[in-house]
């Protein structure tokens, strides 16, 4: 998801004549998507314009969990805001790891990390260039450029621990 620096309206990285809380436009599936999972975020997220914003997908066969990853460079935090793949919705309160309840951080392979909290919640994940979400047919969602940014950040992060 095009990385969030303002609101939609000031967000370079958006079409202009997009609106994403319109439920038509004329954007590709992955941007409409991108749309769809950016409002799952934002409503929950207070100062959601802080925030870069990319889908981390389960990190293996056997991990649940789909997320609308919201990561800020300063201060340091990692939100996961879980999402079900069939309705696009947000499933449950977001979790914020940062410096106060960051347990650990690892790369469990290429593009594949464990994140954990003080209060004994993990969370395993992948973030690709391309996120394939399954469901009626299955829908990829183009991120290539938020992954270089994300690898960035993640390789600071993993500093954190």
Same mark, same amino acid.
């Given at each position: ?11 370079? %990285?958006?079409?202009?004549?997009? =609106? ?8 590709? *599936?992955?941007? #409409? ?15 959601? %314009? ?21 990561? !800020? +460079? ?8 879980? /999402? *079900?793949?069939?309705?696009?919705? %947000?499933? #449950? $309160?977001?979790? $914020? ?8 951080? *690892?790369?469990?392979?290429? *593009? ?10 993990? /969370? !395993?994940?992948?973030?690709?260039? &391309?996120? $394939? ?9 183009? &991120?290539?450029? =938020? +992954?270089?940014?994300?690898?960035? /950040? ?8």
């Amino acid at each position: 998801m095009t990385s969030d620096r303002g609101s939609p309206d000031t967000n370079p %990285g958006l079409d202009p004549g997009l =609106d994403p809380y319109k439920e038509s436009s004329t954007a590709t *599936d992955s941007d #409409e998507m991108k749309l769809v999972l950016r409002r799952v975020f934002e409503s929950q997220i207070p100062n959601y %314009g802080d925030y870069n914003l990319v889908c981390a997908t389960p990190a293996g066969d056997e991990e649940p969990g789909f997320y609308v990853l919201g990561y !800020r +460079w300063r201060p340091a935090e990692l939100v996961f805001a879980p /999402f *079900d793949v069939d309705s696009l919705a %947000g499933l #449950e $309160a977001p979790t $914020a790891v940062n410096t106060t309840n960051l347990s650990h951080t *690892d790369e469990l392979a290429a *593009d594949a990390y464990e994140v954990g909290t003080n209060t004994g919640r993990i /969370f !395993r994940f992948s973030v690709e260039p &391309q996120a $394939a979400l399954p469901g009626a047919g299955t829908r990829m969602l183009e &991120q290539a450029a =938020d +992954w270089e940014d994300f690898r960035s /950040f993640v390789d600071s992060y993993l500093e954190l621990a």
